[in-house]
Nanobody
Framework: QVQLVESGGGLVQSGGSLRLSCAAS????????MGWFRQAPGKKREFVAA???????YTADSVKGRFLISRDLAKNWVYLQMNSLKSEDTAVYYC?????????????????????WGQGTQVTVSS
């Protein structure tokens, strides 16, 4: 079965950087759209960034210019480079995978489009 394992979270000062990693297994990685979502305490899980199965990236406005998603097709890894971190970036970050659609359009920002999720990794930004 599909398994996603995140790593790289931790405590960082405001203005600092972290890189999250997600190891994917049990899937044909090149056929999957990969996303990062986050959930802060008391808030809904929200879209952060995604990379489509053909390599097109999408980034939420709230992190645009600070966060960058990338992937390694050879190793089945997806990364989230987070720079200029702010206290409001504090959240549990989740890696997600959704198979490419054979027809129709894929909404990369919607949780329901992703059928597989990791367990999450905590990111805490201290001010």
């Amino acid at each position: 079965q599909v398994q996603l394992v995140e790593s790289g979270g931790g405590l960082v000062q405001s203005g600092g950087s972290l890189r999250l990693s997600c190891a994917a297994s049990g899937l044909t990685f090149s056929n999957y759209n990969m996303g990062w979502f986050r959930q802060a305490p008391g808030k809904k899980r929200e879209f952060v960034a995604a990379v489509s199965w053909v390599g097109i990236t999408y980034t939420a406005d709230s992190v645009k210019g600070r966060f960058l998603i990338s992937r390694d097709l050879a190793k089945n890894w997806v990364y989230l480079q987070m720079n200029s971190l702010k206290s409001e970036d504090t959240a549990v970050y989740y890696c997600a995978a959704g198979a490419r659609l054979l027809r129709g359009s894929y909404d990369y920002t919607t949780l329901a489009q992703y059928k597989n999720w990791g367990q999450g990794t905590q990111v805490t930004v201290s001010s």
